[in-house]
Protein backbone atom coordinates (compact mmCIF):
# COMPACT_ATOMS: atom_id res chain seq x y z
CA UNK A 1 0.00 0.00 0.00
CA UNK A 2 0.85 3.64 -0.84
CA UNK A 3 2.11 6.09 1.78
CA UNK A 4 -0.88 8.16 2.59
CA UNK A 5 1.18 11.55 1.78
CA UNK A 6 2.25 10.05 -1.94
CA UNK A 7 -1.38 8.79 -1.98
CA UNK A 8 -2.75 12.01 -1.96
CA UNK A 9 -0.85 13.08 -3.84
CA UNK A 10 -1.17 10.86 -6.80
CA UNK A 11 -5.20 11.52 -6.16
CA UNK A 12 -4.52 15.27 -6.80
CA UNK A 13 -2.51 14.37 -9.71
CA UNK A 14 -5.38 12.39 -10.87
CA UNK A 15 -8.28 14.84 -10.04
CA UNK A 16 -6.12 17.81 -12.13
CA UNK A 17 -5.63 15.50 -15.34
CA UNK A 18 -9.31 14.80 -14.92
CA UNK A 19 -10.07 18.49 -14.66
CA UNK A 20 -7.53 19.90 -17.50
CA UNK A 21 -8.95 17.23 -20.12
CA UNK A 22 -12.76 18.55 -18.93
CA UNK A 23 -12.04 21.67 -19.59
CA UNK A 24 -10.25 21.57 -23.16
CA UNK A 25 -13.31 20.15 -24.08
CA UNK A 26 -15.48 23.44 -23.39
CA UNK A 27 -17.17 25.05 -26.06
CA UNK A 28 -16.28 28.35 -24.75
CA UNK A 29 -12.42 29.21 -23.46
CA UNK A 30 -10.49 32.46 -22.75
CA UNK A 31 -8.19 32.34 -25.68
CA UNK A 32 -5.16 34.69 -24.92
CA UNK A 33 -3.07 36.01 -27.77
CA UNK A 34 0.79 37.00 -27.85
CA UNK A 35 1.47 40.44 -26.59
CA UNK A 36 4.19 41.26 -29.26
CA UNK A 37 1.21 39.98 -31.79
CA UNK A 38 -0.21 42.97 -33.30
CA UNK A 39 -1.20 40.58 -36.52
CA UNK A 40 -4.11 39.60 -33.72
CA UNK A 41 -6.13 42.93 -34.44
CA UNK A 42 -6.47 42.07 -38.61
CA UNK A 43 -9.17 44.92 -39.14
CA UNK A 44 -6.30 47.31 -38.43
CA UNK A 45 -3.56 46.36 -40.91
CA UNK A 46 -6.16 44.50 -43.93
CA UNK A 47 -6.97 46.87 -46.71
CA UNK A 48 -9.63 49.21 -46.59
CA UNK A 49 -12.98 47.30 -47.45
CA UNK A 50 -11.27 43.69 -46.95
CA UNK A 51 -12.44 43.24 -43.47
CA UNK A 52 -15.91 44.97 -44.11
CA UNK A 53 -16.00 41.30 -46.44
CA UNK A 54 -15.17 39.27 -43.92
CA UNK A 55 -16.99 40.21 -40.95
CA UNK A 56 -20.28 40.15 -43.38
CA UNK A 57 -19.76 36.63 -44.67
CA UNK A 58 -19.23 35.77 -41.30
CA UNK A 59 -23.01 37.50 -40.39
CA UNK A 60 -24.49 35.59 -43.46
CA UNK A 61 -23.10 31.68 -41.80
CA UNK A 62 -24.29 32.87 -38.35
CA UNK A 63 -27.50 33.78 -39.40
CA UNK A 64 -28.36 36.13 -36.23
CA UNK A 65 -27.03 33.24 -33.98
CA UNK A 66 -23.84 33.36 -31.84
CA UNK A 67 -21.46 30.65 -33.46
CA UNK A 68 -20.67 29.35 -30.22
CA UNK A 69 -23.79 29.13 -27.52
CA UNK A 70 -26.15 29.71 -30.44
CA UNK A 71 -27.87 32.69 -28.87
CA UNK A 72 -30.20 35.00 -31.07
CA UNK A 73 -29.17 38.48 -30.65
CA UNK A 74 -29.77 41.48 -32.70
CA UNK A 75 -25.90 42.31 -33.08
CA UNK A 76 -23.00 39.74 -33.93
CA UNK A 77 -19.43 40.33 -33.23
CA UNK A 78 -16.29 39.49 -35.41
CA UNK A 79 -13.74 38.03 -33.91
CA UNK A 80 -10.85 36.22 -35.54
CA UNK A 81 -10.09 32.68 -34.22
CA UNK A 82 -6.14 32.27 -34.26
CA UNK A 83 -4.81 29.28 -33.70
CA UNK A 84 -0.95 29.02 -32.52
CA UNK A 85 1.44 26.27 -34.05
CA UNK A 86 3.69 26.41 -30.83
CA UNK A 87 6.24 24.29 -32.20
CA UNK A 88 6.71 25.90 -35.72
CA UNK A 89 6.10 29.34 -34.15
CA UNK A 90 3.03 30.20 -36.64
CA UNK A 91 0.60 32.00 -36.18
CA UNK A 92 -2.30 31.19 -38.34
CA UNK A 93 -5.90 32.57 -38.88
CA UNK A 94 -7.99 29.67 -38.41
CA UNK A 95 -11.17 31.25 -39.25
CA UNK A 96 -13.74 34.21 -38.15
CA UNK A 97 -16.25 34.14 -35.98
CA UNK A 98 -19.52 35.93 -35.76
CA UNK A 99 -19.82 35.63 -31.98
CA UNK A 100 -22.91 37.22 -29.07
CA UNK A 101 -21.01 39.90 -26.70
CA UNK A 102 -20.81 37.90 -23.94
CA UNK A 103 -18.93 35.06 -25.27
CA UNK A 104 -16.73 37.29 -27.10
CA UNK A 105 -16.25 39.24 -23.73
CA UNK A 106 -15.05 35.84 -22.32
CA UNK A 107 -12.59 34.86 -24.64
CA UNK A 108 -10.72 38.40 -24.66
CA UNK A 109 -11.22 37.80 -20.73
CA UNK A 110 -7.95 40.15 -20.41
CA UNK A 111 -9.68 43.31 -21.96
CA UNK A 112 -13.00 42.09 -20.18
CA UNK A 113 -11.24 42.19 -16.52
CA UNK A 114 -9.83 45.63 -17.66
CA UNK A 115 -13.46 47.17 -18.29
CA UNK A 116 -15.22 45.57 -15.16
CA UNK A 117 -17.34 43.62 -17.01
CA UNK A 118 -15.81 39.46 -15.44
CA UNK A 119 -18.93 38.99 -13.32
CA UNK A 120 -21.01 39.03 -16.64
CA UNK A 121 -18.24 36.94 -18.44
CA UNK A 122 -18.50 34.28 -15.34
CA UNK A 123 -22.04 33.92 -15.60
CA UNK A 124 -22.02 33.42 -19.53
CA UNK A 125 -19.01 31.04 -19.57
CA UNK A 126 -20.56 28.94 -16.54
CA UNK A 127 -23.72 28.94 -18.51
CA UNK A 128 -22.25 27.91 -21.92
CA UNK A 129 -20.05 25.16 -20.77
CA UNK A 130 -22.24 23.76 -17.88
CA UNK A 131 -20.03 24.23 -15.28
CA UNK A 132 -18.63 25.95 -12.03
CA UNK A 133 -17.12 28.96 -10.81
CA UNK A 134 -13.91 26.85 -9.52
CA UNK A 135 -13.70 25.03 -13.36
CA UNK A 136 -13.66 28.73 -15.05
CA UNK A 137 -11.10 29.52 -12.13
CA UNK A 138 -9.18 26.50 -13.70
CA UNK A 139 -10.01 27.69 -17.30
CA UNK A 140 -8.54 31.11 -16.58
CA UNK A 141 -5.18 29.29 -15.01
CA UNK A 142 -4.88 27.54 -18.29
CA UNK A 143 -4.90 30.16 -20.24
CA UNK A 144 -2.77 32.32 -18.39
CA UNK A 145 -0.34 29.44 -18.85
CA UNK A 146 -0.66 29.55 -22.45
CA UNK A 147 -0.72 33.39 -22.96
CA UNK A 148 2.81 32.78 -20.93
CA UNK A 149 4.44 30.11 -23.40
CA UNK A 150 2.89 32.47 -26.28
CA UNK A 151 5.17 34.99 -24.69
CA UNK A 152 7.56 32.96 -25.03
CA UNK A 153 8.15 33.03 -28.84
CA UNK A 154 9.53 36.31 -29.88
CA UNK A 155 8.59 36.26 -33.50
CA UNK A 156 5.26 34.72 -35.05
CA UNK A 157 5.15 33.66 -38.37
CA UNK A 158 1.72 35.12 -40.14
CA UNK A 159 -0.60 32.13 -42.02
CA UNK A 160 -3.72 33.76 -43.17
CA UNK A 161 -4.31 31.73 -46.30
CA UNK A 162 -7.71 31.44 -45.28
CA UNK A 163 -8.38 35.20 -46.54
CA UNK A 164 -5.41 34.84 -49.31
CA UNK A 165 -7.97 35.02 -52.19
CA UNK A 166 -9.56 38.43 -50.79
CA UNK A 167 -5.98 39.93 -50.84
CA UNK A 168 -5.25 38.64 -54.48
CA UNK A 169 -8.24 40.41 -55.75
CA UNK A 170 -7.06 43.48 -54.19
CA UNK A 171 -4.13 43.30 -56.12
CA UNK A 172 -5.51 43.11 -59.31
ZN1 LIG B 1 -22.46 33.50 -27.64
Redesign the pocket.
Known amino acids: MLPPFYYTEFLTWCFMINDVEKIKRFK?MPSPVPDSCWYSNLRTVLPKGIWDIIRKEAYAQANGK?M????KVNRLEAHENWVYDEKNCVQKLESILA??H??HAVIHIGRTQLIDQEEMAIK?FCK?NGCSYSDYIKALALANEKHRRLNEVSEWKLDVSIIAHLLEDKKD
Open positions: LCICGSLCSCHV
